[in-house]
C-alpha cells in the first residue's frame, strides 16, 4: 500500500522512518511491529523510544496509510491525536498482523499522485489546482462555490503565515466553526497569534460602536412605514449599502455625486434616484433615532482607529463584506499584499452590490493595499453536492451567463462534482396529496429543510409542512441539509423568472463550459433587478448534500424547462424518515449557534414540547424571599434548611454567617459532608451511573432548564464530577456558558470545586475540564472588544479567579489585598498536567501573564483581564464587561454586576483603617470601581463615600 505523509511532519528528523515506511508499503506489519491504539490509529515501531502514528483508509479499491504523528519516548500522553493525557501499556495493546483482516474506512477523495496530506477535523487531500493555490504566495483571491474546499484550503494556508493573523468573514458562525476547525486533533502553531473574528467583532474591536446594528429585517419594518414611490425593500437596502455607504473617502455619497453615478454604478435608472436619496436622508435619521448604526458608516469613521496590527489576513465569504469594509480590514495590515479572500459572486444573497470588478478596482486604485499583484485564483471542483445537485447548479449558471452575459471573468466557470454521491432530483406537482404525502414523511426528520424564497413566504409553507425546519433563503445561507424541499421557489416570483427565462434557447445551456461575454446593452439594469432570484435559486439548491425536491404550482413555467427539470417530474419516491428526539435536541442547539433562534425554538415548543419545570426555582430574587420568610421570628425551619442549602451550593457568605450567628445547628457541619447530603437529597439521579432520570427531564423542560436551585443540569453534573452525563448533555446542546444565581457558569463551578476536593481534582476534573472550556471568549474593556482564544493563560487565570471570588476575596479584601502570583501558583499545583502543563504552573510564568495583562500596563498584548490594587496584588479589572444574550438580545454586563460584590459579606466601612495614604487609596478604588453599585447594597457606604472627594465614574 502506499504511504502519505501529513504535512505538519519533518521526516528529515525522524529516525528510521524510511525502514518503517517500506515495511508498511509492503504491508508487512510484523516487521514494523504495528498495534492498535485507538479506533484507526495504529502505532509501528521507529526504534527502541520512538513511535510513529498512523491510520489506514481506502480510495478507490486501494489502502492508503496516512502517517499522522512521530511519538517520541513512548510519549502517547503528549499525543495531538490520543485522548488527552492518554496512558498507553505498549505490552497491552493488541498487535496486528497485516491490514488485509482490518475493516478500512473509505475516503470521498485522495490525491493519489501526492505524497502529503493535510488535516483539519478531517483528511484533506488537496487536488492539482488546490495544491498550486496552496503553495502559491499572498496576495491571493480565491473564487469557488459551494462544497469546493475553499474554507479548507484557506485555513490550511493561513498555517503557513507567521506572526498576528486576522481570519474575518460576516457570519459569526463560520468565523466559531473556522476556528474549530483551525485548531481541530490539538493543532498549536508557536510562531501565530490568531484573532478569529466577525464582521461585527472586528469593528468592535475597534471600538464597541453605540447601539444595535441594523438588519435587513429592521430596515424591511422601518421601510413599510414609509410613503415613497419604490417598492422592494431589499432592492433599496442593497442600493443603501452597496452604492451610497460603499466608499471609502466619504461616510455617504452626496445628492449630487450620487445622481451623477454611471449606469452600472447604481440599481437604480436616473429618474429614481431623488426618490431613492429622499428615503435615504429619512434611513439616517431614524437610525440616529432609534439608536442603529449601519456598519458601512461606522467603517469609514473608524478608518482613524485602524492601526496596522496584522502581519496576514484572511477574509472569507468576500462576496459578503462591502469595499469600505475590505478597505477597513485592509488598513490594519502591516506589510500590503499579505492577505487571502476567498467567496462566490454566485453565493450573492446579502443586499451589498457586490462585483469582483468592484474588489480589482480597489486595488488597482489602492495599489498600497495589494501590491499590485495578479493575485485571483478560481476553484472548479465541488466536493460537498452530490451529482445530480451539481449538475443542475451548472444549468442554473448556464442559464445566468446567457441571460445577462458574462458577469466578470472570475464568475465565468462551472462545477464539477466529484464527491462521489448520485443523488436524487424530484420535481413535484403542488397538490394537497403531494404536499401531505411529503409532509408525512419528512416532518419528523433534521435530514430534510424547507426553503422558500423570501421570510413572509414561511407562514405558507409551515402550513403543509410541519417540520421547525423552514428557511428563507437569506437564513438558508452557510446552512447545508443532506434533503432540500423547495417550496413554489419559482411559482411565488412567476413573473420575475419568466422574465429571466425570456428569449433564452435551451441550446445555449448545452456544453461544459462558459464563453466569457459582456452584456452589450450596458444601460440593461435586468441584472441588478433579477440578479437575487437567480443567484437565490442557484444557493438554496446547493443547500442539498445529497437530494433535492421541487414542489411547483407550474410545471410548465418556461424556467423549469431551460433546466430540464420536466425530465425529473412524476411520483414521490420516498421512505418515511424520523429523528430522535436527541437528534432534535442537537439540531435546535445548532441553530442557536448559527443565529437561527426562530427554528431552535420551535423546535423545542413543537417537537421537543418541552414544559415549564414543575417545581420552585430559587434565582437571586426567589432567595431573597426565601431567606426573609426563613429568617421571620423563630423562622421557618424548612425555609431555613433551604436557604442554608442554597448557601452551600453557592459559598453565600452573607447567610451562612446569618444561620450561624443564630445558632442554627445545621449550618455548623462539615462542608463536605453537607454538600454530599444536600446531592444524595436534591440530585441524586446526578451520580447514578445511568442518568436516565435526568435525560428524561432535558426532554420534558429543555436541555438548559432550571433545577431548584437556579442550577441548569449541565451545571450540576459539573458540580458532581459526573464526566458521561456532562459529555451527553454537551453533545445535546446544553449551553457551558449560562451562568447560575452567582454568575459562574458549569466550567468555573467545577473550577470552583477542584479547589476544595482534592479527589475531585485528580480523577474527574480532567475531563469535565476539557469539555467545558470555552473555545473563545468575548470582553469589553476600555471601550473595546478583546476575543480570548482558550489557548490563552490569560483566560485560564480569568475563570480560576472566578472561580475563587466568593471562597477568597471576602477575607482578602479588607486587608486591601488580591490574588498573588503566589497564590495563585501554589493553588495550580494541585491541578493534573491534563489541564494545566507543568510549565504554565511555574510562578514566574504566572506572574508575567498578570503584569502583561494589567489594565494600566502598555503591552502589545495586553487584554487587560487584571487590576492591580497594591503590589503584586490583583483582581479582575473592575471595567470589564462580558456579552450575553438575552431573550435573544445580545447585551454587555459588567463583571461586577455578575460576581455579587455583596455576597462576600464584607464590612467595607472597616477597611478605611490604616493610614491617610492607604484610606485615600482605598476610598479612590471602591468609589470609582464599585461606588454606584456598593451604594446600593452595603450598610455604612454612604459613610464612605462623604469621607473623601467624589469620582464615581
Known sequence: MKTLLYSDLQPEKIKGLPKTLKALEEDDFVRADVRKVDHNLYRAR?????????????????????????????????????SRGAEIDEEKIPTVASSEALTIEPLPYLNNNSSQFNLLDKIISFDTSQKEIYQMPAPLVIIGSAGSGKTALTLEKMKQAAGDVLYISLSSFLVQNSRNLYYAKGYENEYQEVDFLSLKEFLESLQVPAGKEVSLK?????????????????????????????????????????????????IFNEEERASVYDLFERYLAWMEKEGFYDSNIVSYQYQSLAKPQYDFIVIDEVQDITNVQLYLILKTLRNAGQFLLCGDSNQIVHPNFFSWD?????????????????????????????????????????????????????????????????????????????????????????????????????PLASRWFKTPLVFSVQEAKGLEYDNIILFNFVQDEEKAFREIAAGIDPKQLEGDSLNYARSKDKRDKSLEVYKFYINALYVAMTRAVNNLYLIEGNLKHPLLKLLDLENFSGELTLDKQDSSLEDWQKEAHKLELQGKQDQADDIRSRILQEKPVPWPVYDREAFTKLCEQGFEGSGNKKKRILA??????????????????????????????????????????????????????????????????NLTPLMVAAKTGNTELVDTLIERGAEASLTGSNGLNALQMALETATVDPTYSSKKLPSIYERLQP???????????????????????????????????????????????????????????????????????????????????????????????RRGHYILNPNLKLRFTIKQEETWVGIYDLLQLDDLDVNYTAMLGGDQEHQKLMREFYQQRFGSRLKESVAGIKAMVESGPSVID
Open 218 to 266: 429592521d430596515f424591511e419594518n422601518w421601510f413599510r412605514r414609509q410613503k415613497s414611490p419604490l417598492r422592494d425593500p431589499h432592492k433599496v437596502f442593497e442600493e443603501f449599502r452597496g452604492v451610497l455607504t460603499s466608499s471609502f473617502s466619504e461616510a455617504w455619497l452626496s445628492r449630487d455625486d450620487y445622481r451623477q453615478l454611471g449606469v452600472k454604478q447604481s
Open 775 to 869: 473555545d473563545t471568549m468575548a470582553i469589553q474593556a476600555e471601550g473595546r472588544l478583546i476575543k480570548l482564544d482558550k489557548k490563552l493563560m490569560g483566560l485560564f487565570l480569568f475563570n480560576l479567579m472566578c472561580a475563587l471570588f466568593y471562597r477568597k476575596l471576602g477575607d482578602r479584601l479588607p486587608r486591601w489585598e488580591g490574588f498573588t502570583a503566589q497564590d495563585l501558583t501554589t493553588l495550580v499545583q494541585e491541578l493534573p498536567d491534563s489541564v494545566l502543563p507543568e510549565r504554565r504552573k511555574k510562578q514566574t510564568y504566572i506572574s508575567g501573564i498578570l503584569s502583561t495583562n494589567e489594565v494600566d500596563r502598555d503591552h502589545r498584548y495586553n487584554r487587560k483581564l487584571f487590576k492591580r490594587i
Open 358 to 458: 468592484k474588489v480589482k478596482s480597489l486595488f488597482f486604485n489602492e495599489q498600497k493595499l495589494s501590491g499590485g499583484s495578479e493575485i485571483i485564483r478560481v476553484l472548479q471542483t465541488n466536493y460537498r453536492n452530490s451529482a445530480v445537485v451539481t449538475a443542475i447548479a451548472n444549468r442554473i449558471l448556464k442559464l445566468k451567463q446567457a441571460r445577462f452575459g458574462s458577469i466578470d471573468k472570475e464568475s465565468n466557470y462551472l462545477v464539477q462534482s466529484i464527491g462521489g454521491k448520485d443523488g436524487t432530483l424530484q420535481v413535484l406537482k403542488d397538490t394537497d396529496a403531494v404536499k401531505r404525502d411529503l409532509n408525512a414523511k419528512t416532518a419528523l426528520s433534521t435530514r430534510f429543510a424547507v426553503l422558500v424564497m423570501h421570510p413572509e413566504q414561511k
Open 644 to 709: 442554608l442549602e442554597y448557601a452551600m451550593l453557592y459559598h453565600h457568605q452573607p447567610t451562612l454567617n446569618a444561620l450561624q450567628e443564630q445558632n442554627f445547628r445545621a449550618a455548623f457541619g462539615d462542608e463536605g459532608k453537607s454538600l454530599s447530603q444536600l446531592y444524595r437529597k436534591h440530585y441524586m439521579l446526578y451520580t447514578l451511573k445511568n442518568p436516565g432520570g435526568v435525560l428524561r427531564d432535558t426532554e420534558k423542560y429543555g436541555i438548559n432548564h432550571r433545577t431548584i436551585f
Open 46 to 82: 521507529l526504534n527502541k523510544s520512538d513511535r510513529l502514528l498512523f491510520s489506514l483508509y481506502s480510495y478507490e479499491g486501494s489502502t492508503y496509510c496516512l502517517v499522522l504523528e512521530h511519538i517520541r519516548n513512548h510519549a502517547y500522553e503528549k499525543s495531538r491525536f490520543l
